[in-house]
């Protein structure tokens, strides 16, 4: 339940000819307060409400709870939602032991784009594909999170 990531820009759109996975996404957060955000996602035909904890300091680590819900509940869990909603495309790309989560921003987040790597450790070292950008992990900016309160299109 401990999730440990980093977060990348990404400098090209060369990381979708090596997708072997994509999926539209639509999100809102029932709560974003930074020591507990509560989102709820569908994702194609799945929906999923998520509880997660505030980052540590180097922003690498959090407690994480994903629970799979009935998508019509989820559509109306969304009706409750704060303002702002997430509308993005994930692609996933495999390199060598790990897959990054590449996220395409649409609509008030539009020209964004980051990936996310899930680790094991703060510690362990991986692959960096020649589309990855310039770290962001930590950077509450790009939260998607905050995204919703202070979407990329007014940076």
């Not at 990531?5 to 957060?29: H, P, T, W």
């Not at 930074?34 to 407690?63: C, H, M, Q, S, W």
């Not at 559509?75 to 909603?85: D, R, S, T, V, Y």
């Not at 094991?120 to 990855?132: H, Q, R, V, Y």
Request: with cysteine; net charge negative.
């Amino acid at each position: 339940m401990v999730e440990i990531e980093r977060k990348f820009l990404v400098n090209s759109e060369d990381f979708k000819k090596a997708a072997y996975s994509k999926s539209r996404i639509q999100q809102g957060f029932l709560n974003t307060n930074p020591e507990r955000t509560v989102r709820i996602r569908i994702r194609d035909e799945e929906a999923y409400i998520t509880v997660k904890g505030k980052n540590n300091e180097a922003g690498l680590t959090r407690f994480e709870w994903e629970k799979q819900i009935d998508k019509n509940e989820a559509e109306e869990l969304l009706k409750l939602c704060e303002p702002g909603m997430i509308d993005k495309t994930r692609f996933l790309v495999k390199c060598e032991a790990h897959t990054f989560e590449v996220d395409e921003f649409y609509g008030e987040n539009e020209g964004l784009t980051v990936a996310e790597v899930e680790l094991s450790s703060e510690a362990e070292t991986f692959e960096k594909p020649n589309w990855l950008g310039n770290e962001v992990t930590g950077d509450a900016r790009y939260y998607n999170s905050q995204l919703t309160k202070n979407p990329y299109k007014n940076w």
